[in-house]
């Protein structure tokens, strides 16, 4: 069984400029989460998808940060304009049904540097 | 809310050596516990978790848990280590009803020395 696929691994831009990331979760997974996880911390959830839709964006920041999922299936996450403290690993994790406590697999993430 | 914390954020032991690594949770409903594993440049791996039933809970790779309600502690255990349990290691809590999305702790480092 294929894991979650995230693209790019690593990625360096300028602060003000934009960047988007990609994942692919588990076929047939119907939950997706993006979480970032800054340097000595630990993961923090940004956002929950159940199918296409959003279950939970509490802690997005929605003035640049946006997230897709289109048909279901794929997401991206965009950052528009980057800061220096989005520098983090973004993690895309899936699940099967949440509410029966299925595992959520996550991917290998996608490290962001701003500079 | 929910909240985690890891007592320790780096801890080094001897190869061969047991250890404990610490983790107290805060939460006004009750709660399921996981315990996850990063090695280096890779996403997170779930070593156990506990849902319900027995407080004592075995994970992959020689791993397990004692969930202690009185204390709000999940704290994880390995009797024996090995140069390969080198990782960061999160404590994680996910309310029982509702959207399952996981609160992690700040994550210890455990590093083994041979």
């Known amino acids: 069984e294929a894991g979650v696929a995230q693209s790019p691994r690593y990625k360096i831009i300028e602060k003000r400029q934009s960047v988007a990331f990609w994942c692919n979760p588990i076929s047939g997974h119907a939950t997706l989460y993006w979480y970032q996880q800054i340097l000595g911390q630990g993961p923090k959830l940004l956002i929950q998808f159940q199918n296409n839709g959003v279950v939970d964006d509490s802690q997005l920041p929605k003035d640049r940060f946006s997230a897709e999922r289109l048909k279901g299936v794929d997401s991206t996450l965009k950052i528009q304009p980057a800061k220096l403290e989005d520098s983090a690993v973004y993690l895309c994790?899936?699940?099967?049904?949440?509410?029966?406590?299925?595992?959520?697999?996550f991917g290998q993430g996608t490290r962001l540097t701003v500079v | 809310a929910q909240s985690v914390t890891q007592l320790d954020s780096q801890v080094p032991v001897f190869e061969e050596a047991p250890v404990e690594l610490r983790c107290n949770y805060s939460?006004?409903?009750?709660?399921?516990l996981f315990w996850y594993v990063q090695y280096p440049n890779q996403g997170l791996q779930l070593l156990l978790k506990?849902?319900?039933?027995?407080?004592l809970v075995k994970g992959i790779n020689g791993f397990e848990a004692e969930f202690n309600k009185s204390q709000t502690s999940f704290h994880l255990r390995k009797p024996s280590v090995h140069i390969s349990d080198t990782a960061e290691y999160f404590c994680a809590v996910s309310v029982i009803q509702g959207a399952q999305k996981l609160v992690f702790g700040q994550g210890t480092r455990l590093t083994i020395n041979p």
């Open positions: 939460s006004s409903v009750s709660v399921y």
């Open positions: 506990y849902l319900s039933g027995s407080t």
């Open positions: 994790a899936s699940s099967l049904d949440p509410s029966q406590n299925t595992e959520a697999f």
